[in-house]
């Protein structure tokens, strides 16, 4: 097997060892050929235990992996793949990427065995001059790089992960960073995740929620996928259809600057991007002083709508220190727990609490939307004011307030529970922006104003259980993750954690910040340098920002490593590669928990536990974990490994972990080294009381919730557990901050593109409307258009090396317009002098993007669309994976380009556009 | 028994997961598309709308490919299916054209999908079913469902808009559903008489 890289030959072990002989070329290519023959010999058996026929498995050919699947084995060879139509949420179906995991495997692109640079210069354009090296030389060499910086200082290795290899067990890469002691686990995905703030702060879970739509009849979808953009199998699109043509009583509105799927099956309410969030004020002014309708009851018992708010803009305490609330019945002023609170006031103003005068939160709240009408959000978000009063108003008429559905639970008993049937989400469109947080947090509040949050027909969590909606001391859902305010409390000076985490408590993942900062970290108040970096399923050049400014980053780091599937831009960066297996040669478990999309009545209580049988690698490949575990072995970690798994749980899929207990003997022995298949069996023999071989006969284990457990609602009773309608925590989190970056100005100004004063805005209780960037372009302005982009239901993600199989660029370049190229309306089109075919340039102020023009009437005027992720800065996965344009290019993680709380990535930006 | 196909046209969302899953099964070659869906743009901003349109093989009962065929390469089996003898087809193309539907494809060349020019060891094993100079289309899938599976398209649509069986036997669920839905076959000037029907797409033709 050969790959050519800009003309040179890289000679693979099978290829050598077809003209070995020559000793004199042994030496050259520095081969151990004893190991070799034995690896060789090894790989023969290991081919002849892949039995023929079919053998089941889990997609992972985005970045989801929740579709079990089933592959046929011929001699050797996977000849077959399909759905497995066992699982109750995909029945059998497969999307064309899961279909494409064949190619994966038979990539000739792979890294195929270990590798070492030759060449010592470094650069996306300059040939490592590889030599394939033996398993030993390749972790040893590693191991001994590593060791020195674990003895002198943990804190210089950046441990780089991604989602490529959160396949799963994702436990090994942030235990492993852990056990290191490096603060520096950074994660290449999420960049654009601005959704786990407010999911946090209002449901108390992770990664967010997403609607029912097993009762769902109105839905206003903003800036988002529901499973057809991104061509999800598991389920949504099947429950989306089954609703709107089978029970014929489901509406969908699709905002958005672009028609896709969604809009095509929709209806489509074109919107100027930015301005979204204006559309939502209005939608709540009509609301409020228009319809005059909400579910009160919803408000006064499971919010914290009555909970009265002092001058100080945070909850007025009683004597006790409690959130107080006025009781309409008796006209008193009580703790929010008092048991003989009977009509919680909405409205109440000017309250006398404890010597300050409070109003209600919901009372501030509608006085804050009183100048948001819908006149004044059509100049900024191009929605005609008739048609925001008329989804405003169908948006009440059609949430069944006041109506109830009986579930069952665990016990056999019929629960009464309110049902919701109408509802306003959004995802990327929506939240990649400055003020992402708030755009999504008015989702939430548009949500509770009809009672849709955690209950039949509403926006449920993606994780489900008890804990999610346990309340604080305050009777408020407590945050759980990214918006905790003891990330406040962590914020270090001199700052440790490479990617700014100090400066950004509430971020999800800010690998941009990480290479500004790797190039000069003393410049930024740091006392350490990165003096390797450990790259695992991640790729931040291709899949983040700022892919320049990061490539010269990645150079001055003295050494790197990259667990290696392909031969991306993080392989051509590296001193030593770790050849990885392709997918279906991964042992794999994954937990499928809830639908990612929308979830049905098939699939919102249904729990898929999954495995994939490996197929016998057909190079000198290795399952990364064990790579991993045996790097840690080396350093001489392994025992803090183990350690923080038996404290922390067996990671079994998103958010499915398996706590063991030791007093009942599941502990990891700290002095043993596990293969990854032990531990996996130890973590499903505690969640699902079997082991290993019974997912290697049956493939999937179904489970399923009660129907009312599957609501976090059912475990709590009116008044137990509030949502937070008034976001006194952001406040206070912002408040605490202040102080931190005013003692560390001097050194923090130095930090390019970052206003934290203006960050410290977007911290509020109560969204106020602020303008941005992107709705002051002017025609006149040399950047005078912005820049989308859009999931491919081909290439959303770059997980699976998807954006280089030729299946999918075949079948998307063929059949799909906007594929690979830039989509323009037809009157912008005209106005600049183009035509369909045109090759052009997109460029903005950090970059630019070349492709062929699409004119369509299926993009807003003013706006330029690329479709899916794609587009590679190197030649190594062939030259029509580098040829797409690369949409990251244009835009730039810079913190005054980011949310100001979330810090994900605009993904919006002013360009402008001219013939190639 | 007749074999035939329902596309509903309102289930699908141009994922191109048939192409694909087409592929994977039978190994065509680059270019080929036994199986495909086509993206047509309707309307005028804001009111505009993807229509998407799957198409396939009509595996017609008189079908127009088969009589133009010269050897009999091209037949009408018991099934209801249209399938193609390989070793009889001479590949004169005459069925290309004659195709109303442009279903069939003409193999040129034993050929790879990746830009290194070689086979991988998956296409030495799936182009051998090929043979250089011969026509080609879509088989429903013949190979699987000899092994009591659903053609591969079937199989893997998210969005259940295909529907498989025999349009003779009145209990099958195609059977039903053409009672209830009236799909209609793509229109043909050669009246084939098509056994793949399709639900129209509500954008396109308003539901009454």
Redesign the interface.
């Known amino acids: 097997m050969?790959?050519?890289t800009r003309g040179v030959t890289l000679v693979t072990r099978r290829s050598f060892l077809k003209a070995a002989g020559a000793a004199g070329l042994l030496a050259t290519m520095g081969i151990d050929l004893g190991l070799v023959q034995l690896v060789e010999a090894a790989e023969m058996d290991m081919k002849k235990s892949t039995a023929d026929g079919w053998h089941y498995g889990h997609c992972r050919m985005c970045m989801r992996g929740c579709c079990p699947n089933m592959y046929r084995v011929?001699?050797g060879?996977?000849?077959?793949?399909?759905?497995n139509?066992k699982a109750p949420t995909?029945k059998?179906?497969?999307?064309?990427k899961?279909?494409?995991i064949?190619?994966n495997?038979?990539?000739?692109?792979r890294v195929k065995a270990p590798m070492k640079r030759t060449n010592p210069v470094k650069g996306l354009d300059v040939d490592p001059k590889w030599v394939e090296i033996s398993w030993e030389e390749a972790i040893g060499t590693t191991a001994e790089k590593l060791s020195k910086i674990y003895k002198e200082d943990p804190r210089g290795l950046l441990y780089q992960v991604g989602f490529g290899d959160m396949d799963y067990f994702s436990t090994f890469e942030f235990y492993f960073a852990h056990a290191f002691k490096t603060p520096n686990y950074v994660k290449s995905n999420g960049i654009l995740c601005t959704l786990h703030y407010a999911s946090d702060l209002i449901q108390g879970v992770f990664p967010g929620s997403g609607p029912d739509g097993s009762y769902l009849k109105y839905f206003v979808a903003i800036g988002m996928n529901l499973?057809?953009s991104l061509?999800?199998?598991d389920?949504g699109?099947?429950t989306l259809?089954?609703r709107?043509?089978k029970d014929r009583d489901f509406k969908m509105i699709v905002v958005d600057p672009h028609?896709?799927?969604e809009?095509?099956?929709g209806e489509?309410?074109?919107c100027r991007p930015g301005g979204d969030l204006a559309f939502m004020l209005a939608m709540a002014h009509v609301i409020f002083y228009e319809v005059g309708k909400m579910d009160f009851h919803f408000l006064q018992w499971r919010t914290t709508s009555p909970y009265l708010i002092g001058q100080d803009e945070l909850y007025a305490r009683g004597k006790d220190g409690k959130p107080q609330i006025f009781d309409k019945f008796d006209g008193k002023v009580k703790s929010f727990d008092d048991k003989t609170l009977k009509e919680p006031d909405l409205w109440a103003e000017n309250i006398e609490v404890n010597g300050q005068k409070a109003t209600s939160a919901l009372t501030l709240i509608k006085r804050s939307l009183k100048e948001y009408t819908p006149e004044w959000a059509e100049k900024i978000c191009d929605i005609p004011a008739k048609k925001t009063r008329e989804i405003g108003f169908d948006y009440i008429a059609n949430a069944s307030i006041g109506e109830f559905v009986y579930l069952e639970n665990s016990k056999g008993e019929l629960v009464k529970m309110p049902k919701r049937t109408s509802l306003v989400e959004a995802k990327r469109g929506l939240k990649n922006q400055r003020d992402g947080v708030a755009n999504d947090l008015m989702t939430k509040m548009l949500a509770m104003l009809v009672g849709a949050m955690e209950l039949p027909g509403g926006t449920v969590g993606k994780a489900r259980g008890v804990h999610h909606l346990s309340p604080d001391k305050d009777g408020v859902v407590a945050p759980k993750g990214e918006a905790k305010l003891s990330h406040v409390e962590r914020m270090q000076w001199p700052p440790q954690y490479i990617n700014l985490y100090d400066w950004f408590p509430h971020k999800h993942t800010l690998p941009v910040n990480a290479y500004r900062v790797t190039s000069d970290p003393k410049k930024y108040g740091f006392d350490y340098d990165i003096k390797a970096i450990l790259t695992i399923g991640s790729n931040p050049i291709s899949s983040t920002s700022d892919p320049y400014m990061i490539e010269e980053a990645i150079k001055k780091i003295p050494f790197g490593a990259v667990v290696a599937y392909h031969y991306d831009e993080m392989a051509q960066m590296a001193d030593i590669l770790f050849a990885s297996h392709s997918l279906l040669e991964k042992e794999s478990v994954n937990c499928f928990e809830g639908a990612f999309d929308i979830s049905g009545k098939e699939t919102n209580n249904v729990r898929v536990m999954m495995y994939r049988d490996p197929i016998a690698p057909?190079y000198n490949t290795r399952q990364p974990q064990d790579i991993i575990m045996e790097l840690a072995e080396r350093i001489g970690i392994m025992k803090e490994f183990n350690a923080d798994i038996n404290k922390v749980g067996i990671i079994l899929g998103e958010v499915t972990n398996a706590h063991l207990e030791e007093d009942k003997g599941e502990f990891l022995d700290l002095n043993k080294r596990y293969t990854v298949t032990e531990i996996w069996d130890k973590g499903v023999r505690k969640s699902f009381g079997v082991g290993m071989e019974h997912f290697k006969e049956n493939g999937i284990i179904v489970s399923y919730r009660a129907p009312a457990e599957a609501y976090n609602a059912y475990w709590y009773k009116d008044g137990e557990s509030r949502h937070p309608v008034y976001w006194s925590t952001t406040k206070i989190s912002g408040d605490a901050q202040r102080k931190y970056f005013e003692a560390h100005a001097e050194t923090i100004n130095k930090y390019p593109g970052l206003d934290w004063k203006d960050n410290f805005n977007y911290y509020e209780p109560i969204i106020k409307w602020r303008t941005k960037e992107l709705l002051e372009i002017k025609e006149t302005d040399e950047y005078n258009l912005i820049s989308i982009n859009w999931k491919s239901?081909?290439l959303p993600t770059r997980c699976g090396g998807a954006d280089q199989m030729?299946?999918?660029q075949?079948?998307?370049g063929?059949?799909?317009?906007a594929f690979g190229r830039m989509s323009m309306?037809?009157s912008t089109a005209q106005k600049l002098g183009l035509k369909e075919h045109d090759l052009c340039w997109c460029e903005s102020k950090y970059g630019k993007a070349k492709a062929p023009l699409h004119v369509?009437?299926?993009?807003?005027?003013g706006v330029v669309g690329f479709a899916g992720a794609t587009g590679r800065m190197v030649t190594t996965l062939?030259?029509?994976a580098a040829n797409y344009p690369m949409y990251n290019k244009l835009t730039s993680g810079l913190p005054k380009n980011s949310c100001a709380i979330s810090q994900g990535v605009i993904n919006s930006t002013a360009c402008k556009v001219y013939k190639a | 028994m007749r074999l035939g196909l329902i596309i509903?046209k309102?289930?699908c969302?141009?994922?191109?997961?048939c192409?694909?899953?087409c592929?994977?099964?039978n190994g065509t070659p680059?270019?080929v598309?036994w199986c495909?869906?086509?993206?047509h743009?309707h309307?005028?901003?804001?009111?505009?709308?993807?229509?998407?349109e799957p198409r396939i093989c009509n595996h017609c009962d008189d079908a127009p490919c088969v009589k133009v065929c010269p050897t009999g390469a091209s037949m009408k089996m018991a099934d209801g299916t249209v399938q193609i003898d390989a070793d009889k087809c001479i590949g004169c193309e005459a069925c290309i054209p004659g195709c109303p539907y442009g279903s069939r494809y003409l193999i040129k060349d034993k050929t790879t999908?990746?830009?290194?020019g070689?086979q991988?060891?998956?296409?030495k094993?799936?182009q051998p079913r090929f043979k250089v100079g011969t026509v080609s289309k879509c088989n429903f899938c013949a190979d699987r469902r000899t092994r009591g599976?659903l053609p591969?398209c079937v199989?893997?649509?998210?969005?259940?808009?295909r529907i498989f069986g025999d349009l003779d036997d009145p209990s099958s669920p195609i059977a039903i559903l053409m009672k209830q839905e009236n799909p209609q076959p793509l229109p043909s000037q050669f009246g084939a008489k098509p056994n793949v029907f399709y639900i129209e797409d509500?954008?396109v033709k308003p539901r009454k």
């Not at chain 1, 063929?814 to 317009?817: I, N, S």
């Not at chain 2, 495909?36 to 993206?39: A, D, G, P, S």
């Not at chain 2, 999908?113 to 290194?116: A, G, K, L, R």
Request: net charge negative.
């Open positions: 050969e790959i050519e011929e001699n060879i996977a000849v077959e793949i399909q759905g139509p995909s059998g179906a497969l999307c064309a899961g279909q494409s064949i190619q495997t038979y990539n000739p692109y499973g057809l061509a999800s199998s389920g699109a099947r259809f089954d709107m043509y028609c896709g799927p809009a095509s099956k489509w309410v074109a057909i239901p081909t030729p299946w999918l075949e079948a998307a063929t059949f799909d317009p309306h037809t369509t009437e299926l993009i807003r005027p062939g030259q029509k | 509903d309102r289930r969302y141009g994922c191109q997961a192409t694909v899953a592929k994977a099964q680059p270019g598309f495909k869906t086509l993206l743009e309307g005028l901003y804001p009111h505009a709308f993807i229509e998407y999908y990746w830009e290194t070689k991988t060891e998956w296409e094993v799936m599976l591969a199989q893997t649509c998210a969005g259940g808009a509500e954008k």
